[in-house]
């Protein structure tokens, strides 16, 4: 229990919170290396999700490239690219390999959001008339949106861990406060790192989800909503609620 005070008092210090090295500049240095990872990934994740989604080709093979993916050690890959291209681009080494890590989730979100919309739906834009770009853009995107955020949320989740290791290669970060601490014994600057990553994972668990829940098209949110009402189970709950008030 005094490992988590000491902690706390360590976050709480205002020297930590000045100069070069301080708790801002490195959590600057997180979100940096993330949100590039990120934007990286999305760049190239997005549209062969949507690409894969809409005319339904390549699902085996993206499913085994993301399989794949998942299964790579991503510590020892950080170290591979770096030693292969070398200190001096280690910066762009580890946001390749970051991108890596954040590609298969947000591909699997990206075509499984277009492969769960009902058939009849697109039959349906096709029959009035709408171009397949029009489909893709005005019926599927919208519609896979909530899975494709999800798979972002997953990733970015991710990352956010994975950019701690960019500190073994002296890039700052979160993670450099942990790998200092590991070397000094400092067990109340570990635990203090340690809990700002969490804090950060949380935050964007929770803006995510924000996301994903209005992300819904507003029909289809109504739609659900009177599902609800309607099933036994709703009107159970209505009628209780009803006879309590």
Request: proline content about 5%.
């Amino acid at each position: 229990m005094n490992l988590f005070v000491d902690a706390w008092l360590w976050l709480a210090d205002p020297v930590n919170w000045q100069g070069p090295g301080s708790i801002p500049v490195r959590i600057g240095e997180h979100l940096f290396y993330t949100g590039l990872a990120m934007v990286c990934a999305a760049l190239v994740a997005i549209p062969l999700g949507w690409l894969i989604g809409h005319t339904g080709r390549g699902r085996e093979l993206a499913v085994g490239i993301s399989g794949a993916a998942r299964a790579l050690p991503t510590f020892g890959l950080l170290f591979l690219f770096v030693m292969l291209i070398g200190v001096t681009l280690r910066g762009p080494s580890t946001v390749f390999v970051l991108m890596l890590l954040a590609i298969p989730p947000i591909l699997a979100g990206a075509y499984a959001g277009l492969e769960v919309i009902d058939r009849r739906t697109i039959d349906a834009a096709r029959s009035v008339g709408m171009t397949e770009w029009q489909i893709l853009w005005k019926v599927e995107v919208p519609l896979g949106l909530p899975l494709l955020i999800g798979g972002l949320r997953s990733a970015t989740l991710q990352v956010v861990a994975t950019v701690t290791l960019a500190a073994y290669v002296n890039l700052g970060g979160l993670g450099y406060d942990i790998v200092q601490g590991i070397q000094l014994r400092s067990y109340d600057q570990m635990l203090g790192a340690a809990i700002l990553v969490i804090l950060l994972a949380l935050l964007f668990d929770a803006l995510f989800a924000v996301l994903e829940r209005y992300a819904v098209p507003r029909g289809v949110r109504a739609g659900r909503d009177i599902d609800v009402r309607t099933s036994p189970s709703g009107r159970r709950a209505t009628a209780e609620t009803s006879a309590t008030t």
